[in-house]
């Protein structure tokens, strides 16, 4: 199983970005897929996750407004479409397959990761 995370950069806050995973090797129609973020010396945090049938999905606490997960079955992708981007959204950005499905929020929930994507939002 192997994930390719893309599509972060440096941007003004204000601006918006839209990462990118691709899946490769999985995933299966029971699989969730999620986002976490890691800032230098914390630790990685839940951001959001979605089935791979798109019949659940779930945001981190205060996020839902600036965020949206989405998925393509046919290219194997899960984008996470980020808007209104602050400083304190600074991070790497990493996205995991869940094949247990449930406590989406918890790193160990996780089995596959990819290799994260930077992002970093200057004022």
């Known amino acids: 199983v192997q994930l390719q995370a893309s599509g972060g950069g440096l941007v003004q806050a204000g601006d918006s970005l839209r990462l990118s995973c691709k899946v490769s090797g999985r995933p299966l129609s029971s699989d969730v897929m999620g986002w976490f973020r890691q800032s230098p010396g914390k630790e990685r945090k839940f951001v959001a996750a979605?089935?791979?049938?798109?019949?659940?999905?779930w945001y981190a606490d205060s996020e839902e407004t600036r965020l949206t997960i989405s998925r393509d079955n046919a290219k194997n992708t899960v984008d996470l479409q980020m808007n209104s981007l602050k400083p304190e959204d600074t991070a790497v950005y990493y996205c995991?397959?869940?094949?247990?499905?449930?406590?989406?929020?918890?790193?160990?929930?996780?089995?596959?990761w990819g290799q994260g994507t930077q992002v970093t939002v200057s004022s």
């Open positions: 979605i089935t791979w049938t798109g019949s659940g999905i």
């Open positions: 995991g397959v869940s094949t247990r499905g449930y406590s989406l929020e918890q790193v160990w929930s996780y089995d596959y």
